[in-house]
């Protein structure tokens, strides 16, 4: 019996395979499960792969899918946190160095999100959270 071509089918499939692993951010588990099973489809059959490695793969993969997961929650909990810090703020009076501009002090009248950058309304100024350097502790 003779085999042809198979090889290089087989080094094409393992290299994207290899890089679907290492180069993590943009590969699911669908296109993952797509490539193993061509992988598989088009391996030579007298050097079949070894299960050592596609257990490892798998390993990987749920690695990966485990650490986005948790990444999405710790996303999730520092943006309802500084949310429900900023909403502290409301009442107090505050003292904030924006980058640009003067210094800005006076009371909080009300927070916001805008394009992610969290943001408080102090008379007819927006500051920045970020450039807040003082706050007093005494509710206006």
């Given amino acids: 019996m003779q085999v042809t071509g198979t090889t290089s089918t087989t080094q094409s499939y393992s290299s994207a395979s290899t890089s679907a692993t290492t180069g993590i ?6 296109q993952f499960m797509k490539i193993l099973l ?4 088009h391996q030579n059959p007298l050097e079949p792969m070894d299960n050592t490695q596609m257990m490892s793969q ?3 993969l749920n690695s990966l899918q485990e ?3 948790i990444h999405t929650q710790m996303n999730d909990m520092s943006s309802s946190s500084q949310t429900s810090y900023m909403a502290s703020l409301i009442g107090k009076t505050i003292k904030a160095v924006p980058l ?4 800005v002090s006076g009371i ?6 805008d394009a992610g950058k969290y943001q408080l309304k102090v008379g007819d100024n927006t500051v920045l959270l970020s450039d807040v350097t003082e706050i007093d502790g005494v509710t206006a």
């Avoid at 061509?38 to 489809?41: G, K, P, S, V």
């Avoid at 640009?100 to 210094?103: A, E, I, L």
Wanted: overall charge negative; hydrophobic content about 35%; cysteine-free.
């Fill in 25 to 30: 951010g943009n590969v699911d588990s669908s």
């Fill in 108 to 113: 909080v009248s009300s927070a916001m999100i």
């Fill in 38 to 41: 061509a992988e598989l489809t």
């Fill in 100 to 103: 640009t501009g003067d210094p």
């Fill in 58 to 60: 798998f390993s990987q």
């Fill in 67 to 69: 650490l986005r997961d």
